[in-house]
């Protein structure tokens, strides 16, 4: 039985780590398809988790279970070691359920995600890119934040995965970053970044201002129309607090 100690908490400490995860499909060209390929499957493709740079997260994530649809031979597939990631190939999307497992020392539960399998372009330029045969990309960022971590796993989280020294923070409720944090900007690889989250914040900001002026112009117009109102009734000779019945 885990002893009390072992299983210490950090109080008031929550540490997120960042990562991806999705799929990338590449289509066949039909002149020359894999000979070991079935006759009716159209796409390789690969779905995967890593880090948002390609870091190595193996030091907080142990293992993923990929479960594949049911037609895959073996469809659930367990994936001990980095990369994260499965290739197959086949000719329809589906639904993948992706299982993440933690370091045996953080305690933690597994934690399942969902990711719809892309083989098809999309967006604008869909059909250009399905004449180019360009490759599709479909990949979320997504954080996991341990909150008030034991004291075995905060010190592999806050050492990285090059054991270094872990960074200590004070204060109750602190939100610890440590190593593998967002990028400061985007790369030709990687579209998250803190530079981008700024930048969607600023649209944010602006579409919220946006709103209120145009919510206080239609005050205005409002507050204009019952003036008018009640000064058409005045010429009328109708006081302005009679209802029609």
């Known amino acids: 039985m885990p002893s009390a100690i072992a299983n210490k908490r950090v109080r008031g400490i929550s540490i997120f780590r960042p990562f991806v995860f999705g799929s990338v499909a590449h289509p066949f060209d039909p002149e020359n398809k894999p000979a070991d390929c079935p006759p009716d499957h159209t796409h390789r493709w690969q779905i995967f988790v890593r880090g948002i740079n390609g870091e190595d997260i193996s030091y907080w994530l142990k293992k993923v279970q990929f479960k594949l649809h049911e037609t895959y031979a073996q469809n659930v597939r367990t994936i001990e070691q980095p990369p994260f990631e499965v290739s197959e190939t086949g000719w329809g999307e589906f639904e993948i359920q992706l299982k993440l497992f933690f370091a045996p020392e953080s305690g933690e539960k ?80 990687n579209p998250y970044s803190r530079s981008t989250e700024n930048k969607e914040l600023d649209r944010m900001a602006e579409a919220t201002q946006t709103v209120e002026q145009m919510i206080k112009e239609e005050k205005e117009r409002l507050i204009e129309r019952e003036k008018l109102l009640a000064e058409l009734r005045e010429s009328e000779g109708v006081p302005a607090n009679t209802k029609k019945r």
Do not use: C
């Open 110 to 189: 597994a934690q399942t995600l969902w990711h719809s399998l892309k083989l098809h372009p999309y967006g604008p330029d869909a059909e250009g890119m399905k004449e180019r045969r360009d490759t599709v990309v479909s990949q979320n960022y997504e954080e996991i934040i341990f909150n008030e971590p034991v004291e075995a796993f905060y010190e592999i989280l806050t050492g990285g995965p090059g054991g270094g020294q872990p960074s200590k923070s004070k204060g109750k409720n602190a939100r610890q970053s440590g190593t593998a944090d967002i990028p400061m900007n985007d790369t030709p690889n």
